[in-house]
Each structure stands twice: as structure tokens, then as C-alpha cells.
Nanobody, 125 residues
Framework: VQLQASGGGSVQAGDSLRLSCAGS????????MGWFRQAPGKEREFVAA????????RYAVSVKGRFTISRDNAKNTGFLQMNNLNPGDTARYFC???????????????????WGQGTLVTVSS
């Protein structure tokens, strides 16, 4: 599956952004999805993950309660709603997808074989 992430931008602390990840080329609902981010000079880190049907979700501690992952399989698109952003959220955000069994969520980057190109989020104080 090919992935295209979008929706990044430059915002102020406390603002919101909604990232999208459009999938093509395969049956999107066969894939679990995840969002990861990488800040300059840092390792890529897990942000959120969602199962194929969207019924199971996992979040990094740093974003829990502020970010919401979702998906619309009819539109082959995944989303990451980010609220109450702070400068620590500044990073390039990547979506990823991996074929898996129903109900599984994947939180480790090495387990994903399909990645989007990333979209930059910059949060200023």
C-alpha cells in the first residue's frame, strides 16, 4: 500500500491540527495503521496506532488525552487529530501501515513495512 501524509503546518501552542494519511494500491482495511514522529536530532518515536477496523487504539503517554487516532476505511484514509499542541510536539510525522490480523495494533516502527513521506508539524510558544 502507498501512503501519503498531509495536514502538517506551523501553529501556536494550544492550537490543533488534523493529519491525514491517504492509502492507495491495496485494500486499506487489511492494514493496521500507526503514526510516528521524529524531531531533529532524535530517534523516531511511536505516537499512536489503530487496528484494521479502528476498534483498538494505543497512544504514547506523551500524547494520550490530547491526540486521537481514527480511520475511515471507506475513504482509505487515516487521521491523527492533535489538540493542545505544545513545542515538544514539533517533529515530522509519519504514517505507517502493515498487513496484520483483525484487532492487532502495532506500536513498533520496525514492524511496519509501508511508510508515508512525512508531514512537518512546528509548534511555537
Amino acid at each position: 500500500v502507498q501512503l501519503q501524509a498531509s495536514g502538517g503546518g506551523s501553529v501556536q501552542a494550544g492550537d490543533s491540527l488534523r493529519l491525514s494519511c491517504a492509502g492507495s494500491g491495496r485494500t486499506f482495511s487489511d492494514y493496521a495503521m500507526g503514526w510516528f514522529r521524529q524531531a531533529p536530532g532524535k530517534e523516531r518515536e511511536f505516537v499512536a496506532a489503530i487496528s484494521r477496523a479502528g476498534t483498538v487504539k494505543r497512544y504514547a503517554v506523551s500524547v494520550k488525552g490530547r491526540f486521537t487516532i481514527s480511520r475511515d476505511n471507506a475513504k482509505n484514509t487515516g487521521f491523527l487529530q492533535m489538540n493542545n499542541l505544545n513545542p515538544g510536539d514539533t517533529a515530522r510525522y509519519f504514517c505507517a501501515a502493515q498487513q496484520t490480523v483483525t484487532g492487532a495494533v502495532i506500536t513498533t516502527s520496525v514492524s511496519y513495512n509501508n511508510w508515508g513521506q512525512g508531514t512537518l508539524v512546528t509548534v511555537s510558544s
